[in-house]
């Protein structure tokens, strides 16, 4: 209609302003006329998220465990893991001398998909598409492959006896996601949740379970 009745009062209102406050604040909120302002505000604030989480994690397994950590480990030219070009940071390197395991830990921050464009964007995100390299398992991987490549440099850059150590990696996001049950992931995920309830036999059993064909 050219002139359509819209009928609203204080509770919409109300209502309508705590849904908007609530996408902004948790980084939900897109758009495609946001100005350069609030897009600046929504990555500062996922920024600061995914930081936060990071820091449970890595606190989780010092807290839990007898394990060397260590946080935001670049692996890139010039760094004491030394690579030809910017593979990007370790969100978490756990390092287990007992059992000899160097673990390669990718902490997420997510907003679970709700509906199921969310759930697309979600799949994308993590695994994006056959021709392109730029998502969030494709990133970890080439991390993951150097390393198993080079693991005598992480070796001597963290003091490490000269032995045999496994390489594993994982993805631990901060909330249950649909996506690893609608496709196959090429790494492992588990919910910070189901870390905390379960311990480390949690991490096992899904390490374990993932038979990679890439490793």
Request: proline share 3%; aromatic share 6%; hydrophobic share 35%.
């Given at each position: 209609e050219e002139n359509p009745l819209v009928f609203w009062g204080p509770c919409n209102v109300e209502e309508a302003c705590i849904n908007l406050i609530g996408l902004v604040t948790t980084g939900r909120y897109h758009n495609k006329s946001t100005s350069k302002e609030m897009n600046s505000l929504i990555g500062t604030i996922i920024n600061e998220k995914g930081t936060r989480f990071r820091q449970k994690v890595e606190q989780w397994f010092i807290d839990n465990t007898s394990c060397k950590v260590d946080h935001e480990v670049p692996i890139?030219?010039?760094?004491?893991?030394?690579?030809?070009?910017?593979l990007g940071d370790i969100d978490v390197l756990v390092i287990d001398e007992k059992s000899k395991r160097i673990l390669l830990v990718e902490c997420k921050d997510?907003?679970?998909?709700?509906?199921?464009?969310?759930?697309?964007?979600?799949?994308?995100?993590?695994?994006?598409?056959?021709?392109?390299?730029?998502?969030?398992?494709?990133?970890?991987?080439?991390?993951?492959?150097?390393?198993?490549?080079?693991?005598?440099?992480?070796?001597?850059?963290?003091?490490?006896?000269?032995?045999?150590?496994l390489v594993d990696s994982l993805f631990?996001?901060?909330?249950?996601?649909p996506a690893p049950y609608i496709r196959a992931m090429p790494l492992p995920f588990i919910a910070y949740s189901q870390l905390v309830r379960n311990g480390l036999s949690s991490l096992d059993d899904i390490l374990s379970m993932q038979e990679s064909k890439l490793f």
């Open positions: 890139k030219p010039g760094k004491k893991l030394n690579a030809k070009i910017d997510v907003n679970y998909g709700r509906n199921p464009q969310e759930i697309a964007n979600e799949i994308e995100r993590l695994i994006g598409d056959s021709e392109e390299d730029n998502s969030w398992t494709k990133k970890h991987i080439k991390r993951h492959e150097w390393v198993k490549a080079n693991v005598d440099v992480l070796i001597r850059a963290y003091g490490l006896k000269n032995e045999l150590f631990i996001v901060s909330n249950e996601i």
